[in-house]
């Protein structure tokens, strides 16, 4: 008779024990991720709702804030309840089916921006072909990454204008995994918990947010749009 043991719960030593400055931090969590949600779903019923938008880049820029939503999601509704009630542990099924949807929101974030890569690549470099390039299929089909070009001075500068908002995506997106990568590999036991803490959160917490105002704020088009519905809203209130 064999011994097995089923575990049913883990207990998450990570959490501090932050007495009444809880409420604080649960507050300033909620507007976060309030705020997470509002600026993506606003950029998602901008796209959609207008129909001058028609370049496959905001259909990809849709699928990208849809993946935003996703990851906030998947974080802070089971952060915000452990951070008020004081929990320290988490059932296995919810952990595990955190783990998947962590690693199934990095894998669909990093594919989003890689055809955003690729969209700009083909917008720059080849603007008289782009929408022979760009057709349903291909954009269906899209999974490549972007590759290194060279050209003239005034095209670099272009490029670097048009794809900042996706160099600050890709850089910050990586930079917070691997945060979490050196954590899950190395014995960091010696740094501050807090530290250690905030720099697991970084990535999940900081990207959702990150993309539709580096976005939102750097397309014109989105931009002018959005003040207009904003400003609409106010008036009729």
């Known amino acids: 008779m064999s011994n097995v043991t089923n575990f049913t719960h883990f207990v998450l030593s990570a959490y501090l024990d932050l007495g009444l400055f809880r409420y604080l931090v649960f507050l300033l969590l909620l507007l976060f991720y309030v705020l ?8 998602i019923t901008v796209i959609v709702m207008n129909r001058t938008l028609v370049e496959p880049m905001y259909l990809f820029l849709c699928s990208l804030f849809l993946s ?39 894998t669909v974030e990093y594919l989003n921006i890689a055809i955003l890569s690729y969209d700009r690549y083909i917008a720059i470099c080849f603007p008289l072909q782009y ?30 204008s048009t794809c900042l908002p996706h160099l600050v995506t890709v850089i910050n997106f990586t930079i917070g995994g691997s945060f979490e990568l050196v954590q ?17 959160l970084y990535c999940i917490t900081s990207q959702p947010l990150l993309s539709p105002v580096i976005y939102g704020l750097n397309i014109s088009k989105l931009r002018t749009l959005c003040k207009g519905l904003l400003l609409a809203r106010l008036h009729k209130i």
């Open 131 to 160: 929408h022979s390039h760009m057709t349903r299929a291909r954009m269906i089909k899209l999974i490549a990454f972007p590759v290194c070009f060279s050209g003239s001075k005034s095209l670099r500068q272009k490029a670097l």
């Open 36 to 43: 997470t949600l509002s600026s993506n779903l606003l950029l």
């Open 68 to 106: 935003e939503l996703y990851g906030a999601t998947m974080l802070f509704p089971m952060l915000l309840h452990h951070i008020l009630q004081q929990l320290r542990q988490i059932t296995t099924y919810f952990c595990f089916l955190q783990i998947y949807c962590l690693h199934s929101y990095c």
């Open 184 to 200: 899950s590999r190395f014995n960091m036991s010696s740094v501050n918990m807090v530290l250690r803490v905030f720099l697991s």
